[in-house]
């Protein structure tokens, strides 16, 4: 049995998408590095940011 969904509700879920993925960068996005930080530190907020990128890639994908 196949559930039919109507456009407006690909579109307000579309948009919700798109606006956790702008929450995320805002947030967890890629930062310049400082040359103080410890190697964890920075090891940590790029993979924060390896995430926000394949999350990126799988939407892409979708379309």
């Known amino acids: 049995m196949t559930?039919?969904?109507?456009?407006?509700?690909l579109?307000?879920?579309n948009e919700r998408l798109d606006k956790l993925l702008t929450r995320l960068e805002?947030?967890?996005g890629w930062?310049?590095?400082?040359?103080?930080?410890?190697v964890q530190t920075i090891m940590?907020?790029?993979g924060q940011a390896?995430?926000?990128d394949?999350?990126?890639s799988i939407m892409e994908e979708e379309i």
């Open 3 to 9: 559930t039919e969904i109507s456009l407006a509700t």
């Open 11 to 13: 579109k307000l879920h």
């Open 26 to 28: 805002e947030n967890f």
């Open 31 to 38: 930062k310049p590095i400082h040359p103080k930080e410890d």
């Open 44 to 46: 940590y907020r790029a």
């Open 50 to 52: 390896s995430v926000i």
């Open 54 to 56: 394949y999350i990126k």
